[in-house]
């Protein structure tokens, strides 16, 4: 493929982006199609990947795929394990989206679609991906050490009591935001008690199913979970819509607080 057919895919996905960008800024009322939010994502996901990631990993953190990993150099089967790289891949894709798609449709449903769609995708793509790359390649320089850690090292024994004391400070904070806006969110709503109280069933098995079951069968793991997801999300549906289920499933904010906090 020659460079100009890969400017003009380029250019065609940054403009359907744009286009969803557009939509979602000029929408008004509550009826917005889910389809121009999927679109701006994978539009600005991949663009990110494609130059801004590329960019930060070749010209300022000099990647280099020939250095061994610390799981490599300290296999011991305990704190130091090979995995696969889509495993590997889910975990830091989960850590730094998380607070994106709790945060992000509690401002669209207050501000409008477009504040929370800039907040997911733009703040990920720019800012929190960012520092969760370079933390990453900083640990992985470091032998897996964490940040804390790595400020003892470079500074002195104070400043490593003190990072670690600030990062815990902001762990609680952010804990506690996000619980906020989770109780909030599912207050009084069956429909999303029984969806996400599902996800941890779905969770456990999956884990035996990949640890005990069909070892190293990823794909073959990812698609059942993501299934049994959908599921989760159409029983969600069916006990909003039975009587006796939607009493079962809802909730007050207190209830759910404290069912979080134990």
Not at 8 to 28: C, D, P
Request: hydrophobic letters at 55%.
């Amino acid at each position: 493929m020659n460079k100009s057919v890969k400017n003009l895919i380029w250019l065609v996905i940054a403009l359907l982006g744009a286009w969803a960008y557009v939509v979602l800024a000029t929408r008004r009322g509550e009826a917005v199609n889910s389809v121009y939010i999927l679109i701006a994502a994978l539009c600005s996901y991949a663009i990110g990947y494609r130059f801004y990631s590329k960019w930060i990993a070749a010209r300022i953190l000099a990647l280099n795929d020939r250095r061994a990993t610390p799981c490599e150099v300290h296999d011991d089967g305990k704190d130091f394990v090979k995995t696969n790289k889509w495993i590997v891949f889910g975990h830091h894709f989960a850590a730094i989206s998380g607070p994106g798609p709790l945060v992000g449709p509690v401002l669209a449903a207050q501000f409008g679609y477009l504040p929370g769609a800039l907040w997911v995708l733009m703040g990920v793509v720019l800012g929190g991906a960012v520092q969760d790359f370079v933390i990453l390649f900083c640990s992985m320089r470091r032998n897996g050490k964490s940040l804390a850690q790595m400020v003892k090292e470079e500074l002195n024994t104070t400043a490593g009591i003190i990072a670690i004391v600030a990062i815990l400070a902001i762990m609680i904070i952010l804990l506690a935001v996000l619980a906020l806006v989770v109780v909030k969110a599912l207050a009084d709503s069956p429909w999303g008690v029984f969806t996400v109280g599902a996800t941890i069933p779905i969770a456990m098995f999956m884990g035996g199913y990949l640890r005990w079951g069909r070892v190293g069968k990823v794909m073959e793991g990812s698609v059942i979970g993501v299934a049994l997801l959908l599921l989760a999300v159409w029983g969600g549906q069916y006990v909003h819509g039975h009587a006796n289920l939607a009493t079962l499933f809802s909730l007050k904010d207190i209830n759910i607080a404290w069912v979080i906090i134990s």
